[in-house]
């Protein structure tokens, strides 16, 4: 049983997750049953961010979403949380709030809320049976179901005179209801053999796999609550808005796999075939084969099984192609309809056609890989490498392209973008390290390389778009780069690299085609982690760097908005000769002298207007050494838990995390590892995310 | 309990199982509209709707250029907008906003083409020559003859401005034939689904008509410009052109709840929820002085009154560009709104498309110009009290004809002695007729007959010589997506590259 009361940073967000778990298993001669039941409830009340950036946008304000944002707008010699009570105190009210281009917080908290609840119930049940002693027989169905409900709600406000005076609109009270329920059914037999041969070893698997995914939504809503704070639909003026929407899908697969080992050998060919209902009928079917095979050298060659260096030595390699349709759901291959701006009116239905257009003969996406590695343990185990070496050829991955406006389409997911990807992994454990009486130090070490290629994109295309914010900082796959780059605006450059402004107003302007930045996903990941033992104490520390990418920081264009970034007060906010920046020769088109004199002429408009178009400015390095935990533990002896039998073993632990960050000069802003979305994008911070947060806590284990 | 839920799972297992031949035939959505189950008759009324709140809603920024409005008190300065110093994300909603609707059309033609529904096939070869006269006014060259073709054009390549101009008369033939020969009944629900004339043959005519004059009068720069032909065929279909009353509106039943509002009365007015819809456009100096100061009433129809007046200053304006201190009085609320009572009369008035005043004024400039025959001074003077009654004016007419006998250079069709100052003329008081109705038009006819005359270039203190935009830079998008074929236009220059009708 499992209960956790979560307070995020946020004031007023509470969370509750409360588990329970039953497992049990029974044998009867050859038929063994057993069964697992884990269900999670996950209660939750939290600021509805979204609701608050809908309204935003509904007045045009030029305040962007986040609550982050609101705290930006807050000048730094303002005592904040002095405006708590925003419902007694006039100066902290909606209508008598300081600021002209944001709420008061505290009021934007309280007035739009999510609360709900979801529910996972996870069980499955294995059967199985032992026909001989060389064949199994397995049969494991498995469910899965979550139910989601919900609401949000906007309890509303209605500005007084001196409100309007100043542009402040009424905040309609809303109530916005939802139920989600998805359940995930499989369904799996197989037979096992495993036979022994002398020193051959055989083996083989064939199974059959079913799994049929069920999800049903139905949202109903209300914009424009009558009386105040009761959040009913049916209280309400104009019509009701929501939807609702079914989606069913089904996988059925075959398998199976052999296998021969003989002592210090073994090689396995696998091979599976899934049919899908998220294709067409000529594409729906796909096979896809692997092999692997290993050598355990240390066993095999005499002069090595007896080296007192050498502990253990096993080279092992594999090919394999797997393929799968995880990036579209169903009814991925057509192109709808839905009713909008305002329709229907009454008896008139009004569609329109949606701005996304599938190809419909998408076929799998398929990646092959191989890979090669060693396992090598020296002097008695106190020593151990593994190291692998890895290429993956990723083809025909379905993504979502970016298309012109003029084909009727701004968005097609087709088959497109092929890549290849490779790198090394490198395992390093030294246990012990260093071992002194009783203190023992141990070690583990990690390093990954990997790094990427794109191959080709599609057909007359060089490139997509695939996350983040477009025409500005994004996530794009284009050939002969890693998967994925920042593609972002810049400033207008001449040939030497300088930034071209205008001669008579010293200003910079942004270059229409935007430049490929770096890469997004890390080239090296190093983690480290050594463990200081005495006794029964154990002291442990993980870090982690990260580095080689890039990412893109919206806070900065955010902040400077409002001129509160570091870069806004450069030359104590007077104007100043643009750096390394050059302008046209207006004598000679097309040539350019450095520009030493000519200053911008309005840092205002500059900081505000082409600063903020300009995405470059907002990008840097996010290579970072990081203390991700530490921890200290302390296990109770044994014989303070005295005689009785009750308590078996007792162990106290404090632990951090989050607890340093060093970051690059470059980066002022945060820690590169929060990103705005889950999915493909990756390295795209804005200022709804709240700031990272460096934690503490202490556990007790007591096992009975 | 276990074994319930045991015995539950095998016989799910036994009932998955039993396989059927289309057991994974399954993915036909029960959700969406899909282009198997669209008609014609679900299009029409969505699109026929966008079209008109687009025309009246989407041109805030000309109708800054042009001296129509202005920026009020209570907002800082938009640097890119007000020293023309225009990029490719400025304004990128408008090549992308009407590929969107000419996408639905495009649908709508080719459905109704192969269902035989000539009429609806009609309307969407009529509505198209507007939303492509559109494009070409702001862009001159775009993707035309490659686009809607998704599977063999992902990266359409743009046509020739003048070349689609051309297409486009061609179109309007077709269109004429389509909806001059369809059987009414033949087009399911079209009464109810056109809601601009409810399946009207004779008026979907003098629409096609009009719009081809309207054609025909972008390009009277054009060196060599010859319409005879063209208006030959105005003349032989015989329905005439949009008449005095008979404005093409837009009617799905506006009422005044959330997302319902008429579109000009949303935006420039008031709220589903009561609220001011507008604080940031308020009346130019320029416009609400070319009224006041030459006895012309209509300044009192097309803005508001200030909500709460500063030193009795019930119609108060702004000069565009202008960066006012913190201290200036006037906001918002002491100034003159854009929802003027003779545009916004309710939340659930129809939406002007195409108004008789706009097509009266077509009509005069070209009777000035020889190209259709009358009484050119008739033809403009009529236009001129169009406005005053389309505007709701008291005494209309009467005041009008007071109006027009006004011994001032701006009405007086006397004072006007050449052809050209006739044109300068018939052009001025279109500007005044137009504004919050068409103020795509003004910035138009700006570029292409130079009026109003005197109009003055923003006050923002980085304009740094630039002067009004003659187009858009084409949108950041097709530098992502379509890159080869844009960069194929060459670099333009919103300063000096200009529509081809723009001589």
């Known amino acids: ?704 | 309990m276990k074994k319930i839920i045991i015995f539950s799972m095998l016989l799910l297992m036994i009932a998955t199982a039993g396989c059927k031949r289309d057991f994974l035939d399954i993915n036909v959505s029960p959700n969406s509209v899909t282009p198997g189950s669209i008609s014609p008759d679900l299009i029409l009324p969505r699109v026929e709707h966008a079209i008109a709140s687009r025309m009246a809603t989407a041109y805030r920024v000309p109708a800054s250029w042009i001296g129509y409005w202005a920026r009020s008190g209570t907002y800082g300065p938009n640097a890119e907008e007000e020293s023309y110093n225009i990029t490719t994300t400025f304004g990128a909603g408008e090549f992308a906003g009407w590929y969107d609707m000419l996408t639905d059309l495009d649908i709508m033609e080719k459905k109704a083409n192969a269902i035989g529904q000539t009429f609806y096939e009609g309307i969407a070869k009529t509505l198209k020559t507007i939303g492509f006269m559109y494009l070409v006014d702001q862009y001159n060259n775009v993707p035309y003859s490659k686009a809607f073709d998704l599977a063999n054009n992902i990266l359409p390549a743009y046509d020739k401005g003048d070349a689609i101009y051309a297409d486009l008369l061609v179109q309007l033939d077709n269109a004429l034939v389509l909806i001059k020969n369809a059987t009414v009944s033949d087009n399911k629900n079209i009464a109810n689904a056109d809601i601009i004339f409810g399946g009207n043959q004779t008026s979907w005519r003098r629409f096609i008509n009009t719009q081809r004059l309207k054609l025909l009068v972008r390009q009277s720069q054009i060196p060599g410009f010859n319409p005879a032909a063209q208006i030959a065929k105005i003349t032989a279909d015989g329905s005439g052109m949009i008449g005095s009353g008979q404005t093409a509106s837009v009617q799905p039943g506006y009422l005044a709840d959330n997302g319902k509002q008429n579109p000009f009365w949303n935006a420039h007015e008031q709220l589903y929820t009561g609220d001011e819809a507008d604080n940031f456009n308020r009346a130019n100096n320029f416009l609400l002085n070319a009224y006041r100061s030459n006895t012309d009433v209509r300044f009192q129809y097309v803005f508001d009154p200030a909500a709460s007046p500063v030193n009795n200053n019930t119609y108060y304006g702004y000069n565009y560009g202008e960066v006012l201190p913190n201290s200036d009085p006037y906001k918002a609320a002491n100034s003159s709104g854009v929802g003027g009572p003779g545009l916004s009369k309710s939340a659930t008035q129809a939406q002007w498309l195409f108004t008789s005043v706009e097509s009266l004024f077509l009509q005069a400039e070209a009777i000035q110009r020889g190209w259709l025959p009358g009484s050119a001074q008739t033809a403009y003077e009529n236009a001129v009290r169009e406005s005053f009654i389309f505007l709701g004016v008291t005494n209309a007419v009467a005041t009008a004809n007071n109006y027009l006998a006004e011994a001032l250079p701006i009405v007086s069709w006397s004072l006007a002695a050449t052809p050209a100052a006739k044109i300068t003329l018939i052009g001025t008081q279109k500007y005044l007729a137009l504004p919050g109705i068409n103020n795509f038009e003004a910035w138009v006819d700006y570029r292409r007959i130079g009026v109003p005359t005197n109009l003055p270039l923003s006050l923002a203190p980085n304009r740094a010589g630039r002067v009004i935009p003659l187009r858009y830079q084409y949108p950041q998008n097709e530098f992502n997506y379509n890159n080869a074929n844009v960069n194929a236009e060459g670099t333009i220059n919103p300063q000096s590259s200009t529509i081809f009708w723009d001589r």
């Open chain 1, 1 to 704: 049983m499992q209960d956790a009361i979560i307070k995020g940073i946020v004031p007023d967000d509470k969370n509750r997750r409360t588990g329970i778990r039953l497992s049990s298993s029974r044998e009867y001669g050859k038929f063994k049953i057993s069964m697992n039941t884990n269900y999670i409830q996950s209660n939750y009340d939290v600021f509805d961010d979204g609701a608050m950036g809908a309204y935003n946008a509904s007045q045009n304000v030029g305040l962007n979403n986040g609550l982050m944002n609101l705290i930006f707008n807050t000048p730094a010699h303002i005592p904040l949380t002095s405006y708590k009570d925003f419902e007694n105190n006039p100066f902290a009210s909606y209508n008598g709030y300081f600021n002209d281009y944001g709420l008061n917080p505290y009021f934007a908290i309280d007035n739009w809320r999510n609360t709900g609840r979801s529910e996972d119930l996870i069980s499955n049940v294995d059967l199985g049976f032992k026909a001989t002693s060389w064949l199994s027989l397995t049969y494991r169905a498995a469910l899965n179901m979550t139910m989601n409900t919900g609401r949000s709600t906007s309890k509303g406000e209605v500005p007084t005179a001196f409100g309007v005076g100043r542009g402040f609109a009424s905040i309609p009270g809303a109530v916005s209801d939802f139920a989600n329920r998805g359940s995930r059914l499989s369904s799996e037999a197989f037979a096992n053999v495993n036979k022994q041969f002398g020193e051959f070893k055989f083996s083989a698997i064939a199974g059959h796999y079913f799994r049929q995914t069920d999800n049903k939504n139905t949202s109903v809503a209300a914009g424009n609550l009558v009386v105040p704070e009761l959040f009913n639909v049916a209280n309400r003026t104009g019509e009701l808005a929501g939807g609702s929407s079914f989606s069913k899908t089904r996988l059925v697969s075959v398998y199976g796999s052999i296998g021969l080992g003989y002592k210090w050998a073994n090689i396995e060919l696998t091979g599976r075939n899934d049919k899908t209902s998220l294709l067409s009928k000529e594409n729906r079917s796909f096979f896809y084969p692997g092999v692997s095979a290993s050598f355990i050298i240390s066993d095999a060659i005499g002069a090595i099984k007896n080296s007192s260096v050498i502990s253990y030595l096993k080279l092992r390699g594999s090919w394999n192609k797997t393929g799968n349709v995880n990036s579209i759901g169903a009814y991925g291959l057509s192109s709808t309809f839905s009713q909008a701006s305002g329709f229907p009116y009454g008896a008139l239905a009004g569609f329109t056609a949606n701005n996304s257009a599938p190809d419909p003969l998408l076929t799998p996406e398929f990646v092959k890989a191989w890979e090669a590695g060693l396992e090598l343990s020296l002097f008695k185990n106190r020593v151990g490498i593994e190291a692998t070496y890895f290429h993956q050829d990723n083809t025909d991955q379905i993504i979502p392209i970016a298309v012109s406006s003029a084909t009727g389409f701004t968005s097609s997911t087709v088959n497109a973008a092929s890549f290849t990807n490779e790198g090394f992994e490198f395992d390093l454990k030294l246990t012990p390290l260093i071992q002194l009486g009783d203190v023992r130090i141990n070690f583990k070490g990690n390093a990954t390389y990997n790094t990427s290629v794109v191959t080709s994109v599609y057909e007359g295309l060089d490139e997509v778009f695939a996350g983040g914010f477009n025409n500005f900082a994004a996530n794009f796959v284009v050939r002969n780069n890693p998967a994925f780059v920042f593609k972002a605006t810049d400033y207008l450059r001449d040939d030497q690299g300088r930034v071209i402004v205008d001669q008579i107003t010293g200003e910079p302007s942004q270059d229409p085609n935007n430049k490929v930045f770096g890469r997004t996903m890390p080239l090296w990941i190093v983690g480290l982690n050594p463990t200081v033992s005495w006794k029964n104490l154990t002291f442990s520390v993980v870090g982690e760097y990260k580095g080689g990418h890039t990412a893109f920081h919206k806070i900065g264009d955010d902040m400077a908005w409002i001129g509160i970034s570091k870069a806004t007060a450069v030359n104590h906010r007077e104007n100043f000769v643009f750096p390394n920046s050059s302008y046209e020769d207006p004598l000679n088109p097309g040539k350019y002298i450095a520009n030493t004199n000519v200053t911008l002429s309005n840092i205002n408009n500059f900081f505000t207007g082409v600063y903020r178009d300009v995405a470059s400015n907002f990008l840097t390095s996010v290579a970072a050494w990081s203390l991700r935990a530490a921890s200290n533990s302390y296990d109770l002896p044994k014989k303070l838990l005295g005689s009785a039998k009750l308590i078996k073993a007792v162990s106290v632990s404090i632990t951090g995390r989050n607890l340093y960050l060093w970051l690059p000069k470059s980066n002022e802003y945060s820690d590169p590892d929060f990103n705005f979305t889950t999915g493909n994008t990756s390295g795209v911070g804005v200022s709804s995310i709240n700031p990272p947060t460096r934690t503490y806590g202490a556990s007790a284990v007591i096992t009975f």
